[in-house]
């Protein structure tokens, strides 16, 4: 089998997570699995780090969404069957749209078999095609939500994602309506956390195709444009030196992320998706997620012990005019360093 797969989703809702558990699902089965993990930025990159952690086979593309790359994509996809891959699966970034006509149609009739086209999507971006005061509560832009059907439009199954989080009743909801924009296509709720229904979508995605039968040019539409051209990305790799015995990295990490949320919060700003992760000594690490200045601090991995150093990188999607992220960034490492005392070394800041 040579089949590939790509898991779209707006920033945030879980692409990653769920990556990881179809991977760890599929190796259960004996199925090899690859993972192309795709960004815009060109610094390292968590999701690469944390899905290597989980044992994943892992390719990076960082430095643009993949739409752009075909050459580069192909060679990437060789490699991953040449050494064995059966399944490579792909996230591509932004909110998660223009993939099937800039991806998937330069494949359709190759050698290579289409998996079904999966969108993820999570209950806070869903909200805000329920709710009309969503907007506002979760600070994100209403016309997200257009993005987001749009999103909805190109896909050929809708993943449902964060089910944890909602009662039954809610998740019957939460289905209903996305059954609302796309009638005719299946929808898997799942827990990507917890991997409730990763085998059922596991399942899907190895015996079905994608039929492109959508029309052409859903990802082009120029209205699309507007809110995701709003989004900044700020990343940045630095160095800490720990000074005393008493230092603790989870609590630096938890302090330099929520004076993040306070401060992008009090410039009315937001962070729909901030990724951090630490590398200490022999191997231990700590990454952590926020996906929103209205949501709590997601600590998918804390250290197991102390540390004496760490090495650690930040990938921010921030709703923020780039110059006054990288200012206020600054600030936040500035501040929690000196909380705990820590002499910090930046090594590189992209902004954009
Ligand atoms: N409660 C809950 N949290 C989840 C679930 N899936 C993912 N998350 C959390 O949501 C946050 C974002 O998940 P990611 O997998 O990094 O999301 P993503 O779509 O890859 O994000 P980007 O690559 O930045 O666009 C992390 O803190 C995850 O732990 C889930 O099923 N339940
Ligand atoms: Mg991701």
Redesign the pocket.
């Known amino acids: 089998m040579r089949k590939f797969g790509i898991i779209s989703?707006?920033?945030?809702?879980?692409?990653?997570?769920?990556m990881i558990a179809l991977d760890s699902y599929y190796r259960q089965k004996g199925i090899r699995c690859s993972l192309i993990v795709n960004?815009i930025g060109d610094c390292d990159m968590v999701?690469a780090a944390y899905s290597e952690k989980h044992g994943a086979s892992v390719s990076a593309m960082p430095g643009g969404c993949i739409c752009f790359r075909t050459q580069e994509l192909s060679e990437v996809l060789e490699k991953a069957f040449a050494s064995g891959a059966e399944l490579v699966l792909s996230?591509i970034?932004g909110c998660g749209i223009g993939g099937l006509d800039h991806v998937y149609r330069s494949y359709a009739g190759g050698q290579t078999e289409l998996a079904p086209f999966a969108a993820?999507i999570?209950p806070r971006e869903l909200s805000l095609l329920s709710d009309e005061d969503a907007s506002y509560r979760i600070h994100l832009p209403g016309d997200m939500g257009e993005i987001l059907r749009a999103h909805l439009q190109e896909a050929d199954a809708a993943v449902l994602?964060?089910?944890?989080?909602l009662t039954p009743e809610e998740t019957g909801q939460a289905v209903d309506l996305i059954r609302s924009v796309r009638p005719d296509i299946p929808v898997f709720p799942?827990?990507?956390?917890?991997g409730t229904g990763i085998g059922e979508l596991g399942d899907y995605l190895l015996s079905s195709s994608a039929p492109l039968n959508q029309p052409q040019g859903l990802g082009d539409r120029g209205e699309l444009s507007a809110p995701a051209d709003r989004l900044a990305w700020y990343d940045c790799r630095y160095y800490v030196k720990v000074c005393c015995d008493d230092f603790r990295p989870d609590s630096y990490l938890s302090d330099l992320m929520e004076t993040a949320r306070f401060s992008f919060a009090a410039m009315n700003a937001n962070t729909p998706?901030m990724?951090i992760f630490a590398y200490g000594e022999d191997g231990d690490y700590a990454k952590?997620?926020l996906?929103g200045i209205d949501y709590p601090l997601?600590k998918?991995h804390l250290f197991g012990r102390r540390a004496v150093e760490l090495s650690v990188v930040i990938?921010a999607?921030l709703l923020c005019p780039p110059m006054l992220a990288e200012q206020i960034m600054k600030a936040c490492i500035d501040a929690a360093g000196k909380k705990h005392n820590l002499d910090t070394m930046i090594f590189s800041v992209t902004s954009q």
């Open positions: 989703g707006f920033l945030g809702a879980g692409k990653t997570t769920a960004d999701d996230d970034p993820v999570s994602n964060k089910i944890d989080l799942v827990s990507a956390r917890y998706h990724k952590y997620s996906t997601e998918d990938n999607r």
